[in-house]
């Protein structure tokens, strides 16, 4: 997290799973809150490294009012790091089956 330290204040981890970990984090720049997700590298397979590539690549271009904005994400040797739009209150599948 060491590169986004300069940019972001974590404020609270709010998530984690086998090989990653979730922290809000507020801005320094505009003030607003945002996700960080911080993806630890080791112990996953060149397919599974591959498939997250692809999701970022997927992710930078998508828009839709009902997908979790990606803004920007660090690759570092160990880890990658990403921000990403925070949402409050819920969590993904809850959202989608209360408001489609």
């Known amino acids: 997290m060491d590169n986004f330290f300069k940019k972001y204040m974590i404020l609270e981890k709010i998530g984690w799973g086998w090989y990653s970990e979730v922290f809000k984090v507020t801005s320094y720049t505009d003030g607003k809150i945002y996700a960080l997700k911080v993806i630890q590298k080791e112990g996953l397979s060149a397919d599974e490294l591959e498939i997250l ?5 997927i992710m930078e271009v998508l828009r839709h009012q009902y997908v979790i904005k990606f803004y920007e994400k660090v690759d570092t040797v160990e ?7 925070y949402f409050d ?6 959202f989608t089956l209360n408001n489609i």
Do not use: A, S, V
């Open 89 to 94: 209150g819920t969590d993904l599948m809850e």
């Open 53 to 57: 590539n692809n999701e970022f690549r």
């Open 79 to 85: 880890k990658y790091e990403y921000i990403m739009e």
